[in-house]
């Protein structure tokens, strides 16, 4: 039988759901001060321990920017800050034994939306954008870094193109998680023509707005893309 007992939270939990409240309240908007931490202290009855890892909670969660020697202010939370919480718990999750498969299946999920989504949306100012995003990739061809730093960028304007800015949050911070696995796919002899090629395609398909092609060549893309990470950490001592 589930035990109904109620726990008790932390002093600090309490300071953290009052604050919280207060910040959400019409009272406050952002780049208003908080009160300091001795007002804060009196006001809720706790000592500074309590106040200071309320604060520095709210930090995290983006809801408060804290300076050395100044009170807290109240900011606005984005989608890449929430996203930067996970890092530290992303780096385990990519220790794990099928951690990295994992993470690839996840962005192949991601990136066969982002591809439909703009081969359906796509204006014609867009599809320029994704065009010169394109033939800049193709002059980085034999120049690993520049190749890579444009891969990047090319599938960056898909996330751009919906609009969303969960979504272009979402893909920088796959692109840092997924870091090495590019960087070491990109060291197999021709991976870099194979990736633009794979490229052409995908903006061929998002230009003439045929979703399904796009998804096929995105797949086939990513894949590639994969067998190459697994192939170069064979080659690794």
Same mark, same amino acid.
């Given at each position: ?150 891969? #990047?960028?090319?599938?960056?304007? =898909? /996330?751009?193109? %919906?609009?969303?800015? *969960? !979504?272009? @949050? ?17 060291? #197999?002899?021709?991976?870099?023509? =194979? /990736?633009?090629? %794979?490229?052409?395609? *995908? !903006?061929? @398909? ?32």
């Amino acid at each position: 039988m589930q035990s109904d007992v109620i726990r008790r939270r932390r002093l600090s939990d309490e300071v953290l759901v009052r604050l919280e409240s207060m910040i959400l309240s019409p009272d406050y908007a952002p780049g208003d001060q908080l009160p300091s931490e001795r007002e804060l202290m009196v006001r809720f009855g706790v000592g500074r321990p309590a106040v200071r890892e309320a604060l520095y909670s709210l930090q995290k969660m983006g809801l408060v920017e804290i300076n050395s020697g100044e009170r807290g202010r109240v900011t606005k939370p984005t989608p890449r800050v929430l996203l930067d919480g996970f890092a530290g718990a992303v780096r385990h999750l990519l220790l794990e034994p099928e951690g990295e498969r994992q993470f690839q299946e996840a962005r192949t999920f991601f990136e066969v939306g982002l591809v439909r989504d703009a081969a359906r949306r796509a204006t014609s100012e867009q599809i320029e954008r994704f065009e010169a995003a394109l033939e800049t990739n193709h002059r980085a061809l034999g120049d690993f870094e520049a190749f890579e730093r444009t891969d #990047v960028e090319f599938h960056y304007i =898909l /996330a751009e193109i %919906s609009g969303n800015p *969960i !979504f272009t @949050a979402i893909h920088e911070a796959v692109v840092e998680w997924l870091t090495k696995q590019r960087s070491l796919s990109l060291r #197999v002899p021709g991976a870099d023509r =194979l /990736a633009y090629d %794979s490229h052409a395609k *995908i !903006f061929a @398909a998002v230009a003439a707005h045929d979703l399904d092609r796009a998804e096929q060549v995105m797949r086939e893309h990513l894949d590639i893309v994969a067998d190459q990470y697994w192939q170069a950490r064979g080659q690794i001592p």
